[in-house]
């Protein structure tokens, strides 16, 4: 396994890490079971990734849950992040809650869940909403840090204007943002505005701060696995479908550039998702990849990734595949 640090942190994270929105159930993700995901988290600790993203919303709980199942034992051995900010009500009606009082009930909410005394990182999961000050939440998360429930205080999706606003509350370690092979500077995710360009101004921002960076969907939600076909199609309640990037005419354009850089992986001899990955361990403000699979199979693919590496010269054509598409 291969480590990176930042200034922000005391910790030296794996450069691949595991993203836990497949833990949500099968209402959410399909072709795999909770015995799938617990057992694909033991074999991610066992191959050395030891940095977990998990989030409340992410099947209303349920990752949360499966996570905790997957760690006893190990909690000594990993390092968990988790958020706050998208509580649901008794209909499980999702909605933006960034208030002190809807945070510090959820933080306590999540250590139950998990089942550990306190989270590594504590990240808010999006910008501010409804009229509420970064103030506010700002304080919520500098008593969970007091409190000794959280080490440290990550943002998610925010943008670069309101992460130095909260750090005028409360020293801010980490970032996390959409970022992959073709989505560099996204402008949306399933459909949901992004107030920020990744490469462009999160990059720069966290490499100057001393912050982690790190990267979710990072194999595009499958479809840098390299294996996804021109009539792919998902099935009823898979959260890709709401992803017009993968559905329609958006699927169709992304499709014909995935195919370029298939081709370019055959000439490599190295399958996509490697590349994929091996890109982004490369880019140097990357600290740890949130990347979510299935099963353990999965998980050892992911980790082959790390036996090679991109020189130079690969990564330069990557680009020019991707900056001379028609997206």
Known sequence: ?????????????????????????????????????????????????NFFD?????????????????????????YIGTKCGLPWDEKNNVRNDVRKDVILKEIDESLLRLDVDYVDIYQVHWPTANGVAIEET????????????ARYVGLTNFSIADAKKSQEYIDIASMQGLYNMIERNAESYHNIP?????EA???????????????????????????????????KGDVRKSNPKLVGAGYAKHFELVKRLNSFADKLGKPLNEVALNWLVEQEEVT????????????????KALEWKLDADAIAQINNIVDTSEL
Request: aromatic residues 10%.
């Open 1 to 49: 396994m291969t480590f990176k640090s930042v200034k922000k942190m005391d910790i030296n994270f794996s450069v691949i890490g595991y993203g836990c929105w497949g833990a949500s159930g099968e209402s959410n993700w399909h072709g795999h079971t909770d015995k799938d995901q617990i057992r694909a988290i033991q074999t991610a600790i066992d191959g050395g990734i």
């Open 54 to 78: 998990a989030a409340p919303v992410y099947g209303l709980g349920y990752a949360e849950t499966i996570l905790g199942k997957a760690i006893k034992g190990r909690r000594n051995n990993i």
């Open 288 to 303: 740890s990849i949130i990347a979510g699979v299935k099963n353990e199979e999965q998980v050892k693919s992911n980790l």
């Open 194 to 198: 992004l107030q920020y360009k990744v």
């Open 201 to 235: 101004e999160v990059l720069p921002f966290t490499r100057t701060e001393g912050m982690a960076f790190f990267p979710y969907s990072p194999l595009f939600q499958g479809l840098l696995s390299g294996k996804f076909t021109a009539d792919q199609a998902f099935m």
């Open 138 to 149: 700002m304080s919520a998360l500098a008593e969970i840090i007091k409190s000794g429930k």
